[in-house]
């Protein structure tokens, strides 16, 4: 219960641009190309696709948002290696907040989001400052609907790529489309529950303690 009691601590603190508080969550995208072109739009009827289809292949996709300002940002990469993950956080820190003293970054507990996975694609130097540069907090293990991202990523989803896309290139700009499209009229999340709605609604998840 401690990991969810500090998430909900977290999404409290007030807006301070000095220690910004940025969720980040990843998920994969089916490429699919089409057999056969698809049917056209006419009067009344959408446009069909045939139901045979080519795989393509997998990519993924990094989402990272900071809610209380209504900023996301998403990357496309081919793997979802530590090295991935890793230039995801220093893009974070040298491009996207250089003047942020911490950026307090809410994730889930996958093995490739640890602090190990800098020190696995930079040197121990630059590793170190980027570590410095973070303030990690991990939903707890089946807790994933605490971090804010996936509720982006479901957005996302739902605008965007909940449909064929047949190649990373394609994926690419349609993905840059839906941010930017959204970034221009900044949609902030207002996080409602609570560690004291936690207390009432999730109470028989806590442990009995019997004086």
């Avoid at 999404?11 to 940025?22: G, L, W």
């Avoid at 069909?48 to 292949?57: E, I, K, M, N, V």
């Amino acid at each position: 219960m401690w990991r969810m009691e500090d998430v909900l601590d977290v999404y409290c603190r007030p807006y301070d641009e000095r220690f910004p508080v940025v969720c980040l969550d990843e998920t994969s995208k089916q490429l699919v190309g089409e057999v056969r072109p698809p049917l056209p739009m006419e009067p009344g009827k959408p446009e069909r696709f045939d139901s045979h289809y080519r795989r393509q292949g997998v990519c993924n996709l990094f989402l990272c948002c900071e809610p209380l300002r209504g900023w996301r940002h998403v990357k496309v990469t081919a793997r979802r290696t530590k090295i991935d993950f890793a230039e995801v956080v220093r893009e974070l820190v040298d491009i996207h907040y250089p003047k942020a003293e911490k950026i307090v970054l809410v994730m889930d507990n996958l093995n490739t989001h640890t602090p190990g996975s800098l020190y696995e694609a930079f040197e121990p130097t630059a590793a170190k400052r980027l570590c410095d540069h973070l303030e990690i907090h991990h939903t707890p293990k089946h807790g994933s609907w605490l971090n804010m991202a996936e509720c982006e990523l479901s957005v996302l989803s739902g605008q965007c790529t909940r449909r064929r896309i047949p190649d990373e290139k394609t994926l690419r700009r349609e993905v840059h489309a839906w941010q930017q499209e959204r970034n221009a009229k900044p949609v902030t999340i207002d996080w409602q529950f609570t560690t004291k709605d936690a207390r009432i609604k999730l109470k028989h998840l806590y442990p009995s303690i019997h004086e």
